[in-house]
């Protein structure tokens, strides 16, 4: 089965049109059409583990522990205690009674635990204050999503979703935190890359529209992983209204495009749905083959170099299919 | 002199690396908060050492090459 079938975040009426997006998504789309077939529509992801995503997953899920611990009222210490068992609890493979087993020397079991204890020793103080839930909850972890005031064939609203670390204030001003790793040094240019950024300004859009505060942007806490330390860095990335409505103006381009698309895919499917025609649908979303190189090179660089009747067999051989529905919450809506 | 009765480690014996390692290669369902404490003030310990380092600004050592020695047409033989 493919991500598209039975997904909540796709059209009830036209298979392929994704109807529910986050940053990934949309993301993938922007990025190289093609790509997001692949990815987003297909499910295909490559075989074996990226252990930056498993390492970013755990660290963030980690720090939900931590966070949710002291909302009910547990000191530093005992918090910190959750947030390591946590990290430890998820990189045990109860099948095999052993560690989860990481071939990075900066990504792994040990650099972890290592990291969480001193990001959260770093902010033990901090003067970041998480913003109340009008139900009495902490705004940690939470799943977001709303209504675009575009609309889908049968005058279905686009919706928009994703989850944010934090919401908290500074000073009084409201921002929404997220948190990074990565082996990069904590340079400016670092920093710089986040602006312009469709994550970040559906963050800062989402702060806005879903909690009804006046977000000014987004805090990032980025972790500079190395080897033998840990590095952190608190920088601000702001979002002006006016950034938020050109980004907003935006995404009804972007919208228009994918559902273009997505009518005309859909409709060849449904013609032939068997499983072997489905790659067929991948003429209806160009290559952008000027992103193959981007971001340490796409994983489908190797499919899409192949003459396209033997890209499905390639496909099946190096690809497994995985779920993405950004419509599924994790924590609190 | 009194001697200790207590068979427990002292906690500096108890965080060296072998106690760690062997920890971590422990299913962490039986860790204890004692456990956890553990490994929470040797990774303390490892910070501080890092951070010293840090701010005594060691880096890795840079072999500079010796400035060439200013030659004459004379010290060539022309």
Sequence with gaps: ?????????????VPMLQQGWDSTSLGEFKLCPRKYFYTIILGYAPRGESVHLTFGLHYHSS??????AKSTGANHTEALRAAIRHAAKVTWNE???RPWVSDDSYKNRETLIRTIVWYLDQFREDPLNTVQLANGKPAVELSFRFETSYTAPGGLPYLLSGHLDRLGTLDGTPYVLDRKTTKSALSPRYFEEYSPDNQFTLYSLAGRVVYNTDVKGIIVDAAQIGANFSR?????????????????HDLGFWLEQAQGMAVVASANWLVSPPAETILNAAKFYPMNDKACRLYGGCPFRGICSKSPESRARWLKADFVSRRWDPLVARGDV | MHMSTDNTPSPLLEASPDSLDE???????????????????????????????????KRPAVTRKAKPKAVSIEDLGF
């Design chain 2, 23 to 57: 920890l971590m290669s422990r299913n962490p369902e039986a860790w204890s908060d004692a456990d956890l404490d553990r490994l929470v003030n040797a990774l303390r310990a490892q910070r501080a050492k890092f951070d010293l380092s840090e701010s005594e600004g």
């Design chain 1, 63 to 68: 720090l939900e522990a931590y966070d949710h």
């Design chain 1, 95 to 97: 099948k095999l009674n």
């Design chain 1, 232 to 248: 952190f860095q608190r920088e601000f990335v702001y979002r002006t209204q006016a950034q938020l409505n050109e980004w907003y």
């Design chain 1, 1 to 13: 089965m493919y991500n598209f079938q039975h997904n909540s975040s796709f059209h009830p009426d």
